[in-house]
Each structure stands twice: as structure tokens, then as C-alpha cells.
């Protein structure tokens, strides 16, 4: 079994930055890929980045190319989301994914989920 734990969500101004974390428990088979998603307030849930555990192969999502980055550190077991040059329009849950698939965009793709965290950002 996968646990997830997100962290790191707050309130920030447009144009500032922000970090989430996400803290993995379990065997690496079941989260060969890890993501974030986000949902915003009346929207569908949105992929934001993926990567692979073991390489650290990243892959962004067109809308937030060039702003946001993925990354990971092995000896945490930790995922991290870095949010550069943040936008109104940013605002959303944003949440933690793992599973075994390479379908990075797919939400049905992933087995396990974080509780989410919250991202609102400020004109």
C-alpha cells in the first residue's frame, strides 16, 4: 500500500512562488509514477506534472509549462511541486497522486491520492 501526504499550501500573492511537498510510504513498484493534479473552485480536476520515481523523468502540463516544475528526492521519499510566476487563476486544491501506469494525464491512471492542499493565490 501507497501513502501520501501533501504539504504546503497557502495563501500567496500573484507573481510570488510556492513549493508542495509530497511525502511517499510504500514499495516503489505501486508508484513508479507520481503526479499532481489540482482542482479548481467549479472546474474538473486538471493534470499538472508527472514523474518517474526511479529516473526522475518529468513531464508538465501545457498550461503550466515554463512555471511550475516536478521533482523528487529519493532519501526523503518526497515529491516536490515548485510554482514560479503564480496566477489568480492558479487557485485550486491541489493534489498528490501514485500508480503504475506511464499514462501521465489520465486521474483514472493512478491508485493512490493525497488528501490535497489548498493554493490560493491573490490579485
Not at 54 to 78: H, L, P, Q
Request: charged fraction near 20%; hydrophobic fraction near 30%; aromatic fraction near 14%.
Amino acid at each position: 500500500q501507497v501513502q501520501l501526504v501533501e504539504s504546503g499550501g497557502r495563501l500567496v500573492q500573484a507573481g510570488g512562488s510556492l513549493r508542495l511537498s509530497c511525502a511517499a510510504s510504500g514499495g516503489t513498484f505501486s508508484r513508479r509514477i507520481m503526479a499532481w493534479f489540482r482542482q479548481g473552485p467549479g472546474k474538473d480536476r486538471e493534470f499538472v506534472g508527472g514523474i518517474r520515481w526511479s529516473s526522475g523523468e518529468t513531464y508538465i502540463s501545457d498550461s503550466v509549462k515554463g512555471r511550475f516544475t516536478i521533482s523528487r528526492d529519493n532519501a526523503k521519499n518526497t515529491v516536490y511541486l515548485q510554482m514560479n510566476s503564480l496566477k489568480p487563476e492558479d487557485t485550486a486544491v491541489y493534489y498528490c497522486a501514485a500508480g503504475r501506469s506511464y499514462y501521465y494525464a489520465l486521474s483514472n491512471a493512478y491508485n493512490y491520492w493525497g488528501q490535497g492542499t489548498q493554493v490560493t493565490v491573490s490579485s
